[in-house]
């Protein structure tokens, strides 16, 4: 079955980096674009940025420039998503989805998610 | 920035009918998904491009749009509905390619 597995929870001091992982088993991996979506504790779902696993092209959300990077590799069937310059309000849930669709969008499936927590 | 907006919570009664509902510009394009998300759990998609159901999805969860509202109906709500419950569309006409509503909290009374 379509199934991504994300690498394990992290703790991160203030101004350091994390990369999180997400690996795709049960379809073609080069054929869908790969997407990033985060939740801070009690909040909601906030799109961060996507990558076309095809030729690695990405898009990101304009409040996360400059310090996020997704990244792919193809012979793993892995997306990374790198971010740094970490601060406390980017502890959350990190999850990767799998779009679907052409002229909509939807996403299936999803991570399980990665907990990052940016702690002193 | 385009975005796209939901009651912050619901309430149903067992085994009535619930609506939850999404609205934002970005939907005269589009149409919406939902998303169902239960406390410590990933989202699950239960509703695809307006009215769609993926496989394993209970037919209870419906879903409809008219102009720039969608929304999401729970016709016979069961206690295990209860959870969070986001919409997304395709946004072309804002800072990002992709919009999520704020969930709706959908408690079954």
């Known amino acids: 079955q379509v199934q991504l597995v994300q690498s394990g929870a992290e703790v991160k001091k203030p101004g350091a980096s994390v990369r999180v992982s997400c690996k795709g088993s049960?379809?073609?991996?080069?054929?869908?674009?790969m997407h990033w979506v985060r939740q801070a504790p009690g909040q909601g779902l906030e799109w961060m940025g996507m990558?076309?696993?095809?030729?690695?092209?990405?898009t990101y959300a304009q409040k996360f420039q400059g310090r996020v990077t997704m990244t792919r590799d193809t012979s793993t069937n892995t997306v990374y998503m790198r971010l740094n310059s970490l601060r406390s309000e980017d502890t959350a849930v990190y999850y990767c989805?799998?779009?679907?669709?052409?002229?909509?969008?939807?996403?299936?499936?999803w991570g399980q998610g990665t907990l990052v927590t940016v702690s002193s | 920035s385009s975005e796209l907006t939901q009651d912050p919570a619901v309430s149903v009664a067992l085994g009535q009918t619930a609506t939850i509902t999404c609205r934002g510009d970005?939907?005269?394009?589009?149409?919406a998904s939902w998303y169902q998300q239960k406390p410590g759990q990933a989202p699950v998609l239960v509703i695809y491009?307006?009215?769609h159901r993926p496989s394993g999805i209970p037919d209870r969860f419906s879903g409809s749009s008219s102009g720039t509202t969608a929304s999401l109906t729970i016709t016979g709500a069961q206690a295990e509905d209860e959870a969070d419950y986001y919409c997304?569309?395709?946004?072309?006409?804002?800072?990002?390619?992709?919009?999520f509503g704020g969930g709706t909290k959908l408690t079954v009374l």
């Open positions: 989805a799998r779009e679907r669709g052409s002229g909509d969008v939807w996403f299936d499936p």
């Open positions: 049960g379809y073609s991996f080069s054929d869908y674009y």
């Open positions: 990558i076309n696993p095809d030729g690695g092209s990405t």
């Open positions: 970005s939907l005269r394009s589009y149409y």
């Open positions: 491009s307006r009215h």
């Open positions: 997304n569309s395709r946004d072309t006409s804002g800072d990002s390619p992709v919009v």
